[in-house]
């Protein structure tokens, strides 16, 4: 199919709107690709979805030579990839002879991490590669993890993408999160080992467990001592000896949770809503704290009822902590986790901040700002069990590898751009060739039509400009559209079968026979694969 500008959905633009600050999107807008609809989403207009499912068809074909097998998912996850694979895989592998299996999809993502801006870094649900590995043990699955980055690697490297490929070069479970001039997501980042974190996502490392002797609890009396700077000074101590209450509702199941942190940690949303599978988390008020035996201002998890306690690492280390004592005016020493209270869940639900020790190297975090464009789960043991050669259960492994497609659209211009426009690498191109026809004549019109058909039987992408503009204008939209080839139909290079011809990131055209760019554009252009792929809704 020839795209012809004429009748071609979304028009290009001398300017972006105002409200567009970064030079990918400016150039995204301005070249008819991006829009923004009312909601505060955005639309890939017709040339945009060209680069998305070039894109997309070169990341499939990796992920499809590698012998994975195609799963369709049809609505938005809620749950995440490693979840969706082991619920898959509980059902269906039980044996060593199915192994080692490779699995696939596209997919809907939620991000938690999702800002309400019409940007393609910051997209609540991207289209995503989810591509996952499951293996009788740990050796077996990084075999597989690193044969498919290495796939990857390569397929992002030629798409133009080498900052994305190199996220994807560490060895452990990350976030793939790269630079870019209209990023905005927080970040705190390992300066030694680069691995980099989504702030409100970032892990600390457990505390060594506490091993000295501890006494009862016991109730003193505070005053007054209804927040964590008052009690800290009223009884002399760190606000790291004390527990932080934090209560919320659970927008999706309306459970009522009770988090507790200490005292020098703030709690992250994110992370607390991951670690239960929470909706949107709103705080409790007074009468709902009250229903479940808390005192607001000295509630305490000893004694709790009727809520889902969440306790975080640090407060479960076996470390005596002052808590309060849910009775106004009192708090309870040397509370310890296991002996004086329990939790419905332990997780890492604390919020990192910058000089925190990376949880892998132990350098102190900087903080940062980037764009996420996916994550890595490394090896790791499932609660699958499946029989080995020696009818011995084992756990099976599972490995993931996940990549955000629309945020790459965004990347790819970010780093292929100049004064005039945008400048696509081969591979994900909107189109090969950028048939420009000059004059009015029917013989003109019909010449461009003629190349147009003759590339597209070559296997070439076409975008043909038909309008009824001037030279410079179609000339300067060719360059801010930046199809790798601009080809020249005219009256005068036509009496001599001829067109003139420039790559987009050369300075001067040339003019040669008209079948012999057809036979130069074939051994170097790759050809539209974007039919490959079908992406789910």
């Not at 995204?28 to 609809?37: D, P, T, V, Y």
């Not at 044996?95 to 609540?124: C, E, F, H, M, V």
Request: hydrophobic share 45%; with cysteine; aromatic share 4%.
């Amino acid at each position: 199919m020839t795209m012809q500008l004429a009748t071609l959905f979304g028009r290009t633009l001398r300017q972006a709107p105002a409200e567009v600050d970064s030079r990918a999107e400016q150039l995204l807008w301005r070249a008819g690709m991006l829009r923004a609809l009312a909601g505060g989403s955005i639309a890939l207009l017709p040339l945009g979805s060209a680069v998305a499912r070039r894109l997309a068809a070169a990341l499939a074909t990796a992920v499809r030579e590698s012998g994975a097998q195609e799963i369709w998912l049809p609505t938005t996850a809620s749950e995440s990839w490693p979840e969706t694979v082991i619920d898959l895989a509980r059902r269906d592998l039980d044996s060593y002879r199915q192994l080692p299996q490779t699995i696939w999809a596209w997919r809907r993502r939620r991000r938690a991490l999702g800002r309400n801006r019409a940007s393609l870094l910051d997209l609540p649900t991207p289209t995503t590669l989810s591509w996952a590995g499951l293996a009788l043990d740990a050796a077996q699955a990084q075999t597989l993890f690193d044969e498919m980055r290495a796939r990857l690697t390569a397929t992002l490297q030629r798409c133009g993408l080498a900052a994305v490929a190199t996220t994807l070069d560490v060895s452990t479970t990350a976030s793939l999160i790269v630079d870019s001039p209209a990023a905005s997501l927080p970040t705190l980042d390992c300066p030694a080992c680069r691995l980099r974190w989504p702030r409100d996502l970032a892990p600390l490392p457990p505390l060594p467990a506490y091993d000295s002797s501890t006494p009862s609890a016991s109730l003193v009396e505070t005053p007054a001592a209804n927040t964590i700077a008052a009690l800290t000074a009223y009884l002399g101590i760190p606000t790291a000896a004390t527990a932080k209450a934090l209560f919320f509702t659970d927008q999706r199941s309306q459970r009522l949770v009770f988090a507790v942190v200490r005292g020098d940690r703030e709690a992250s949303l994110v992370k607390l809503a991951a670690a239960i599978g929470a909706g949107e988390l709103v705080p409790a008020s007074a009468e709902q704290i009250q229903a479940c035996g808390a005192t607001p201002g000295y509630a305490s998890p000893v004694g709790i009822r009727d809520a889902l306690v969440v306790a975080d690492l640090t407060v479960a280390n076996g470390a005596p902590l002052v808590a309060g004592a849910n009775r106004p005016g009192y708090h309870l020493r040397d509370v310890v986790f296991g002996r004086d209270w329990q939790a419905t869940v332990v997780a890492d639900i604390a919020q990192a901040e910058a000089g925190d020790p990376c949880p892998h190297c132990g350098t102190a975090r900087v903080e940062g700002v980037g764009a996420l464009v996916g994550a890595l789960t490394a090896p790791q043991p499932t609660a699958i069990i499946a029989q080995d050669a020696d009818r011995q259960n084992r756990p099976l492994f599972l490995v993931g590898i996940e990549i955000d497609l629309e945020p790459l659209v965004h990347i790819a211009v970010d780093h292929h751009h100049d004064e005039r426009g945008i400048v696509w690498p081969t591979a994900i191109a909107p189109c090969d060739v950028h048939i420009v026809t000059l004059g009015r004549s029917e013989a003109v019109a019909a010449a461009g039509q003629t190349l147009a058909a003759a590339l597209r039987n070559a296997g070439q992408a076409v975008l043909l400009d038909d309008r009824d503009e001037r030279a410079g204008v179609k000339f300067n939209d060719a360059d801010l559209i930046g199809a790798p080839w601009r080809v020249v139909v005219s009256e005068k290079l036509l009496a001599a079968d001829q067109v003139e011809v420039r790559r987009r990131a050369a300075d001067q055209a040339i003019v040669m026979d008209r079948a012999a760019f057809i036979a130069l554009v074939q051994s170097e252009t790759p050809g539209d694969q974007s039919s490959a792929t079908t992406l789910n809704p």
